[in-house]
């Protein structure tokens, strides 16, 4: 009962995190490794309104998740527009954005320091108790926003204009222009809505355990382990990606060791990319393999 | 002496990732992984079994070869940068077995005491004298991957990085010719990691992170990619960044944090400006 606890509880949070991730890749197609620092910065920027100008919490939260989301869109107004007007392969965005998530990673160690920090101000409790299982409240809210995001967000996808319109450009971002729509707006806006989403999880992971600089990157391999296996663009794949990469950790904790997690997360990520290269959605990446 | 002998090692790194991330376009960031592979079998040799260095670095290169080659196999069914995502995975599974296998590496416990080389009976354990080696073994490495550079393979794997399909058009078996390259650039990884294990004597798993594969892959692109020479001038450029910002009076702390952001900053001004390495930045244009 435990486990089964705990795998919902990291299941929601990879999934807001796939969720996040996959919104901005579906209409720029390149890894946004700079996602991990907008992960972290959320929970960081909560830190910094809390204790550098007594700010109170929920209010911090707010002010952070907007902060966060202004670190993202600038990553691509300053660095990613400006490479598109040139046409450089895929593979320089990738790169580029490795370097930008090096530079913000550091700006907030040289800030912060790389020592644990803690955001969580009320004391540890016992948790609650669920059919002889113990939850934390915080991972009830968790388990809570999660899902509440995670609806919201196919609603606006499905059935608002901007939503239908990103989901426009990351099928064709050419016709797309012909037609009016502005690729880079609607871009503009899918970092938007993925970076506030990701401050979103990060504050809430850090309130679960604490943080440090480098937290978000593991988090956010996570997330594009999940959205790989899901299959990019589709949101069952994501909640059955995320939920394969959750209950597979927690059942490797359990059975195996804590300490192989990890490997074993990536062992089924390069098991997929062998027999299943397209994710359960059986979708098209991207081009046609050589 | 000591960033001479690290500037060395730095471009050894570099220079290997260089033959499949430069001339193959092979991105890989499971490159500090193999130079840990190398590091880890010399040390286990040379500790357990008393190897000495000239046959333990042939077979550190054997084993971070062949580990690469199953790699390989596997991981370049995927293109671009699913590729490269695919060997962040390598990575990140060859640095937990490195940090878990606690009967085999010791885990975070590193293993110490690795005995300094000894050459036809003479000790190498002055730094003077580890310098002219490591030096010796960058010479060998550049002279070995100019002549795989200018040779027939070397010109298929340059037609690979600038168009697969057309290669493979013309009869070249690309993904054969990428597994090669991909073995190779392992297989030269592990001369550095050897040679550091012998050279701070003691090891563990955090030189073999992520970053450290980030911070090899950086070297490579601000030198340029193919650019063997640019790799020795970058990895030079980044040993020495942190000494320079001392220079100027940065305490420690600072300055470990500000070198990552100024190579951060150079990685992302060069893919912005879409040249090939700060060498070409002003010079002729290149596409990557």
């Not at chain 1, 101000?121 to 915080?138: D, H, R, S």
């Not at chain 1, 606006?156 to 239908?164: A, D, M, Q, S």
């Not at chain 2, 004298?129 to 070995?144: E, G, K, Q, R, Y």
């Amino acid at each position: 009962m435990q486990i089964f606890l705990n795998t919902i509880f990291t299941f929601t949070l990879y999934l807001i995190i796939a969720v996040s991730y996959s919104i901005i890749y579906y209409p720029t197609k390149f890894f946004h490794i700079a996602h991990a620092a907008v992960i972290t910065s959320g929970a960081y920027f909560v830190f910094f309104f809390v204790n550098e100008f007594s700010i109170s919490f929920p209010l911090s939260i707010a002010l952070a998740i907007v902060a966060a989301t202004l670190v993202g869109i600038l990553c691509e107004v300053l660095v990613y527009r400006r490479m598109r007007t040139k046409k450089v392969p895929i593979l320089a965005y990738l790169i580029a954005s490795i370097g930008l998530y090096i530079v913000l990673q550091n700006c907030i160690s040289l800030y912060f320091g790389d020592d644990t920090k803690i955001i969580n101000t009320k004391e540890v409790t016992i948790g609650n108790q669920i059919f002889g299982a113990y939850i934390t409240t915080i991972q009830i809210t968790t388990v809570l926003v999660s899902i509440a995001l995670f609806i919201a967000l196919n609603l606006i996808l499905h059935f608002t204009v901007k939503g239908k319109s990103i989901r426009a450009v990351a099928s064709n971002p050419e016709l797309c222009n012909i037609y009016g729509i502005s690729s880079n707006k609607i871009i503009l806006i899918a970092f938007g809505i993925g970076s506030s989403l990701a401050a979103t999880v990060g504050i809430l992971s850090a309130m679960d355990t604490n943080m440090t600089p480098t937290f978000g990157f593991n988090l956010m391999l996570y997330g594009i382990v999940a959205m790989i296996i899901g299959g990019v663009g589709s949101t069952r794949g994501l909640i059955a990606g995320s939920l394969l990469v959750a209950s597979t950790q927690h059942l490797a904790a359990y059975y195996i060791d804590t300490k192989w997690m990890d490997a074993i997360t990536y062992i089924i990520l390069i098991l997929f990319l062998i027999w299943k290269p397209l994710g359960f959605s059986g979708k098209r990446l991207k081009k046609v393999e050589v | 002496m000591h960033l001479l002998i690290l500037i060395a090692l730095y471009t050894l790194l570099s220079q290997s990732l260089n033959l499949s991330a430069g001339f193959t376009g092979l991105i890989s960031l499971a490159h500090a992984g193999f130079y840990g592979i190398g590091a880890y079998t010399t040390a286990i040799l040379s500790t357990q079994f008393g190897f000495s260095f000239w046959l333990s670095i042939p077979l550190a290169m054997l084993i971070s070869g062949a580990i690469a080659y199953i790699v390989s196999l596997i991981a370049l069914r995927t293109v671009e940068d699913y590729f490269v995502i695919c060997t962040l995975g390598i990575q990140i599974i060859l640095f937990s077995i490195m940090n878990n296998w606690m009967d085999l590496t010791r885990g975070p416990l590193g293993i110490p005491g690795i005995p300094s080389i000894h050459l036809f009976g003479l000790s190498l354990d002055s730094k003077i004298s580890f310098l002219t080696l490591s030096l010796s073994f960058v010479a060998i490495v550049w002279f070995v991957l100019r002549n795989i550079s200018k040779s027939g393979f070397g010109k298929t794997l340059i037609a690979i990085s600038e168009d697969e399909i057309y290669s493979q058009s013309i009869g070249k078996d690309v993904y054969f010719c990428k597994i090669v390259s991909f073995t190779l650039s392992a297989m030269f990884a592990a001369i550095p990691g050897a040679l550091y294990a012998h050279y701070i004597s003691y090891i563990d798993p955090t030189s073999f992170t992520v970053n450290e594969s980030i911070l090899i892959l950086s070297i490579v692109i601000i030198g340029g990619l193919g650019n063997l020479a640019g790799s020795f001038w970058a990895g030079a450029f980044l040993v020495l960044l942190p000494e320079a910002l001392r220079f100027v009076g940065m305490p420690d702390s600072v300055a470990a944090n500000m070198r990552q952001i100024i190579y951060g900053l150079i990685l992302v001004v060069v893919m912005m400006t879409g040249r090939n390495g700060v060498k070409e930045l002003f010079s002729k244009k290149v596409t990557a």
